[in-house]
């Protein structure tokens, strides 16, 4: 299963390869292991991919780093889902730039039926505040799990929120697991894990939040999830 794993990490790693370029090669390859074994000069000729993804792919280098990232993933119950896995979001599958992997700890479903996704500022105002939790009481009849980023702010507010009306949350990371941002929602997010929630990521290990990683995270949530727009908020509502 490792091998298998590591595989499937380091195509995760290919710079501008998506779900979809990676089903490509995947299909044309006859495998995940087998893209990595093939020639240069076939790959150039898989649809979508040229010179320039051919060759990060034939001449990535990487695996001995991805042995310790599989060792991380083992020891701290992380669940890896690769784009063809039955449990990988459904709405995310035929995105053109969806992550090829999502890291996830907890339990949280990420095919729930409802789900709601709330992105706001972090300099909130009070009424903002207010309005993100009377519409997420709102909501709770319906038993939606709530999506957001762990910031200060409206995100902060919107996890709070889910848990308080028992809800079960998810928080997206512009990151890897092995490390929490911001640092002062520390217990927010011990907190989300104890309540059958979940942290979900793109990032590897290692990866720190950076305004490109930021953009990936909103990204992420705008291709999982529709949006609606509603004072300070983006919300993003799912039937």
């Known amino acids: 299963m490792s ?25 044309y390859c006859g495998g995940v292991e087998a893209v990595f074994a093939e020639k240069l000069s076939l790959l150039t000729k898989i649809p979508g991919i040229g010179e320039k993804i051919a060759h990060s792919i034939y001449y990535f280098n990487d695996f001995d780093l991805l042995n310790s990232e599989v060792d991380y993933i083992a020891k701290h119950g992380i669940t890896c889902y690769f784009f063809t896995d039955q ?7 035929h995105i053109h730039a ?22 706001g500022t972090r300099k909130a105002s009070a009424h903002g505040k207010d309005e993100a ?43 890897g697991l092995d490390r929490i941002y911001p640092q002062h929602n520390t217990n927010l997010a011990n907190q989300i894990l104890e309540s059958e929630g979940g942290w979900l990521t793109e990032f590897q290990t ?7 990683t930021f953009l990936k995270e909103i990204e992420l949530l705008q291709d999982w999830l529709t949006p609606l727009l509603l004072l300070n908020l983006r919300l993003k509502v799912v039937q």
């Open 3 to 27: 091998d298998s794993l590591i595989y499937k990490l380091a195509l995760s790693r290919i710079p501008s390869v998506g779900t979809v370029l990676a089903k490509n090669l995947v299909t």
């Open 206 to 212: 290692g990866t720190f939040r950076v305004v490109k």
């Open 87 to 93: 449990a990988y979001p459904f709405r995310l599958k």
């Open 98 to 119: 969806a992550p090829v992997m999502l890291f996830q700890k907890g339990q949280a479903e990420l095919n729930a039926r409802r789900m709601v996704a709330v992105v």
């Open 133 to 175: 939790k009377r519409i997420i009481e709102e909501m709770s009849v319906y038993k939606p799990t709530i999506i957001s980023g762990l910031a200060y702010g409206i995100d902060s507010c919107a996890h709070k929120a889910a848990l308080t009306y028992k809800l079960p949350t998810v928080s997206v990371f512009g990151h």
